[in-house]
């Protein structure tokens, strides 16, 4: 792409009403445009980053054996009357009827909506597990949205369903997607910890939040500094592996503040290990049972050719509020870098263009064109502009690698640089090996 056909409105003023890095940020490179309160526009930057990170949920969904469908926006209030939800739910549920007065409302999760379709087509012990799953948008009526896409009220989520025969085999399935979530934050280059939570209003007695550290961030957390050190690397996706790996995390206190209790925190967690600060959630997963498989008679046949209710759990991560999350974590110093996974393009070319000298911009053209045939995605700044309010605007839009054309190139090697290292002198067979690692 070249950056003077790219659909990219920066904006130089940084927005009054944006408090936060991520929020600033996006506003300001044009990745978002606010159209309503908590409400927003992607961009094609944005867009560009968002779905990136969307294939890596997906894919590793898959891995686990999750199977993918498209639940609607929109959901009948009957559903959510036999679960006894749809008057405890509360004013974040948009509720509203169509032109025959029937009640509707813009599902902010999908635990009723998954429940009606598996107990409609599943009847036997023996097609159990399943876990299903989608990535749609959601709609929550937050009372203050705030902080961008961290806090907004529409936002796009991959949310997933388990469908056990018994706890035990809930367990199996919890613990697959503990594993699934682990290894999907760290492809974003995320640290992420997983913490005992709340259930709150989607139920159930065992849940666990995936927090990453952030001094912006709403949750406060409590944890022991060793948990930093678990390597999830010696675990798989073997029954037993996955369960020493829950029940390593597990024995390490790591709680938010509504979990939190001093006494316990203090009785299990030395002083001088003793972490308290500010986390951002990023996925939120919960076992609870027969919560709604029991008010909407949910059931299969089981072994003993009696009816049981199946044992469900279920799991989401903000697939748009990660984003945010990555931002966050990632920019310092008025300066961005996305993680190679999810960065909008894998390098920029950027000329240093001289009005009476053309030279620059046909060396980086040329490159450009060499980088799309070996499948690499390059954006040019072919945009006429000082070379130095260049450098300030990639600081910005963060993508990690940048090719300079300018006094420093020859007539075969040319400057390479990694975001906030020094740059290098490369050929551009060279360069392409470092891009393709």
């Keep these: 792409m070249r950056l003077s056909k790219l659909f990219l409105p920066i904006?130089?003023?940084?927005?009054?009403?944006?408090?936060?890095?991520s929020h600033q940020l996006m506003l300001r490179t044009g990745m978002i445009k606010q159209s309503a309160a908590g409400i927003y526009s992607w961009l094609p930057l944005g867009f560009k980053v968002m779905k990136k990170i969307e294939q890596i949920v997906r894919e590793e969904q898959n891995k686990i054996g999750a199977q993918e469908l498209l639940m609607p926006t929109i959901q009948s209030a009957e559903i959510w009357k036999e679960s006894g939800r749809y008057d405890d739910y509360g004013e974040e549920m948009l509720r509203i009827k169509d032109r025959q007065g029937r009640e509707i409302l813009y599902g902010p999760t999908n635990e009723e909506l998954i429940t009606d379709i598996f107990r409609s087509s599943i009847k036997s012990y023996k097609s159990l597990p399943q876990i299903l799953y989608h990535?749609?948008?959601?709609?929550?009526d937050e009372i203050r949205p705030r902080f961008g896409v961290m806090r907004c009220r529409e936002f796009y989520m991959k949310d997933a369903y388990s469908f056990d025969v018994d706890d035990e085999s809930a367990k199996i399935s919890y613990n697959k997607m503990f594993y699934a979530y682990l290894k999907t934050f760290?492809?974003?280059?995320?640290?992420?910890?997983?913490?005992?939570?709340?259930?709150?209003p989607?139920?159930?007695?065992?849940?666990?939040?995936?927090?990453?550290l952030a001094d912006t961030g709403e949750s406060k957390i409590f944890a022991d500094k060793s948990i930093l050190k678990i390597k999830l690397e010696k675990y798989n996706e073997d029954k037993s592996s996955l369960e020493k790996m829950r029940n390593e995390f597990s024995e390490i206190y790591a709680v938010t503040d509504e979990k939190f209790s001093k006494k316990e925190f203090d009785k299990k967690v030395k002083k001088d290990n003793q972490?308290?600060?500010k986390g951002i959630e990023v996925g939120h997963i919960f076992y609870f049972g027969d919560k709604y498989s029991k008010p909407m008679n949910c059931s299969v046949d089981s072994k003993q050719g009696k009816k049981t209710f199946v044992k469900m759990g279920s799991y989401?991560?903000?697939v748009s509020r990660l984003v945010a999350a990555i931002i966050e974590a990632k920019y310092l110093n008025e300066k961005m870098k996305w993680p190679k996974s999810v960065s909008p393009f894998d390098v920029v070319i950027i000329p240093a263009i001289n009005k009476n000298d053309n030279s620059n911009l046909l060396k980086a053209k040329k490159i450009y064109e060499e980088l799309k045939s070996k499948g690499i995605d390059a954006l040019l700044?072919?945009?006429?502009e000082n070379i130095s309010n260049k450098f300030k605007k990639h600081d910005l839009l963060g993508i990690p690698f940048q090719i300079i054309i300018g006094s420093k190139s020859s007539k075969d090697k040319f400057e390479f640089k990694e975001i906030d290292k020094e740059s290098k002198m490369f050929d551009l067979d060279k360069i392409i090996k470092l891009l393709k690692n």
Excluded: C, N, Y
């Design 202 to 212: 989607i139920g159930g007695d065992l849940s666990h939040e995936f927090v990453i």
């Design 11 to 21: 904006t130089k003023d940084l927005p009054s009403d944006a408090t936060i890095k």
């Design 275 to 277: 972490m308290i600060t």
């Design 186 to 200: 760290k492809r974003l280059g995320l640290e992420a910890i997983p913490m005992a939570a709340d259930t709150g």
């Design 316 to 318: 989401g991560i903000g």
């Design 135 to 140: 990535i749609q948008w959601k709609f929550r």
């Design 381 to 384: 700044d072919d945009v006429d």
